[in-house]
């Protein structure tokens, strides 16, 4: 089969043809009808997931398949069964390391991956979805939409009203504008290095900053707002941390859901006002704490009753073989969430 391998760091991925073996115990074969491009794959690339010893291995942690077949012991979906593929643990057996051939070796990889024809995922990280939920939308599923909405929901506990500083309109902060609307934040200021303002805009945020042109604190002047109840830190960009801290209003949340590169460090400036208002939190996220098994179907009946929707949220799509160029228009800051169909 078909599928893009992370042959060497800091390198294109290979689109190459990969073997697969038979599915032991817990294991899933889905046929990948799209898988969407996060972050994340743009840090393994660069070799910053600590993943460089596993090279070559396969990519992609968000997709939308049909299970081709079931391996030993599997019971929580059936052939036939369209399915969200997510990173995040849900029910259902781990399942060991699925092996692939690759030009002639044998090739270990992830639990799940999606930048492929066809992956042997465990049963713990597919959800069926209802048939006729949208391809796109199931794919969203799998990362982006379900960490941004988990982690308002969890880790900001935002209510109503409260104020939020969206840091980096990638992939991910796209989908926390969506998520900050659902839980009727009062003004939702995004702040990217690239201009992204009409984009900003048109997925429903009140307010623009371009930092690359403009001081961070101006974010708090454009708002009219002494500080921002909830921070949400996607770049991961260590000055971008120091930058942006000190914007927290009393008893807010700063949330880091970009990581920081393996051995980068930052400064909290004047780190006395940490202790405003009740006392301001600062949390790493793995995803929110999003659970699939729990959330999936909740987020499908917000889908389907229109309180939760994708629109504005993919700016490209792609084919598997043109992948490459895809991560390249993500890394430029060009493309908003990028699907790939894998089938194209
Ligand atoms: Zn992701």
Known sequence: MKAAVLETIDAPLVIGDVGLSALARGQVLVKILVSGICGSQLQEIAGN?????????????EGCGIVEETGPEVTKVKKGDKVVLHWRKGDGIEADFPTYT????????????????YSVVSENRVTAVPEDISNDFCALLGCGLSTALATIENEAKMRPGENILI???????????????????????????????????????????????EDAKEALTRAGVKGFDVIIETSG??????????LLAGGGRFIMVGQPKPGESFEVRD??????????????????????????TRYVQMYRDGSLNIDNLI???????????????MREGKANRIMIDIWQ
């Open 167 to 213: 840091v980096g309109l990638g992939g991910l902060g796209a989908c926390f504008i969506k998520a900050a609307m659902l839980a009727k934040a009062g003004t939702i200021v995004a702040l990217d290095i690239h201009d992204k303002k009409g984009f900003a805009e048109s997925l429903g945020a009140t307010h623009f900053i371009n930092s690359a042109k």
């Open 49 to 61: 997931k600590g993943n460089a010893k596993f090279v070559p291995h396969l990519m992609g942690h």
């Open 102 to 117: 690759y030009k002639g070796k044998n090739m270990g990889s992830g639990k799940v991956t999606t930048f492929s024809e």
């Open 315 to 329: 700016t490209h799509r792609t084919s598997l073989d043109k992948v490459n160029d895809a991560i390249t228009l």
């Open 237 to 246: 960009n260590s000055k971008s941390i120091e930058a942006t801290l000190p």
């Open 271 to 296: 780190a006395n006002h940490l202790f405003g208002g009740e006392g301001k939190m600062l949390k790493a996220t793995q995803g929110g704490q999003f659970s699939p098994s729990k959330d999936i």
